[in-house]
């Protein structure tokens, strides 16, 4: 259990092991273990940051990447190797030099690794054909992960059936979709006492009303204020 202490007082935020969760945890072992090309689709608030996160604190070989909206392809591949080698690498290089000194910090240990791609959405659509030649750069060392609302899992169909160029090769390379679904009303109230709530009245309204974990730990901090 992961806790997030509150500034403002002893109270900490507490994590449960909520069916997404296990099922991100699982995921991402398979997908490292056995080098698969896995698409998460999900609304926010469901537990995709926080799963990806205990995975990474836990797996050594695991690494992450958020997509910003702003970002440029060749802005994207370069903040990758800036994780891994602690500095800015120089912007003059080609985007493909890019992919491809990414794709060997992936490739060059003998473990598993595991690279995640959050916030898939904010792909713009040409850039998923150089996903398409990262991907195959990494697989016989590692395993990929994407991460996206369900708005891009339909746009990534739409592209698919419009026959634009790229898509039909990235969506033949996806191994398995993981659709997450929201919080149960007892992994709601469970949340609920876990942080502490002891009202049943109060903890009633909040698994009613929440339909997401991000909603429910807003609640529980309004609680605390």
Not at 183 to 208: K, M, V
């Amino acid at each position: 259990m992961k806790s997030e202490k509150n500034s403002k007082n002893s109270w900490e935020y507490k994590y449960i092991k909520s069916t997404n969760f296990l099922k991100i945890q699982k995921l991402c072992e398979q997908a490292q273990k056995h080098h698969l090309f896995c698409f998460i689709v999900g609304h926010s608030g469901l537990g995709k940051s926080h799963g990806f996160s205990n995975y990474i604190i836990n797996n050594e070989f695991a690494h992450w990447r958020e997509v910003d909206p702003s970002l440029a392809a060749t802005s994207f591949y370069r903040k990758i190797i800036s994780d891994f080698e602690g500095y800015q690498v120089n912007e003059q290089e080609s985007l493909n030099y890019f992919i491809t000194l990414a794709a060997h910090h992936l490739t060059r240990a003998a473990q598993h690794n595991l690279f995640i791609i959050d916030e898939a959405g904010n792909f713009k659509k040409g850039m998923l054909k150089y996903l398409r030649e990262f991907r195959d750069k990494t697989e016989e060392r590692s395993g990929l992960i994407i991460s996206g609302p369900p708005n891009f899992y339909n746009d990534f169909n739409q592209w698919h059936r419009d026959e634009v160029r790229g898509i039909e090769e990235m969506m033949t390379r996806i191994d398995e979709y993981l659709f997450l679904e929201p919080p149960s009303y007892d992994e709601r109230a469970a949340l609920c006492h876990i942080n502490g709530l002891t009202d049943p009245t109060l903890i009633n309204q909040i698994a009613e009303e929440c339909d997401n974990f991000r909603s429910i730990r807003k609640r529980i901090e309004k609680y605390y204020r």
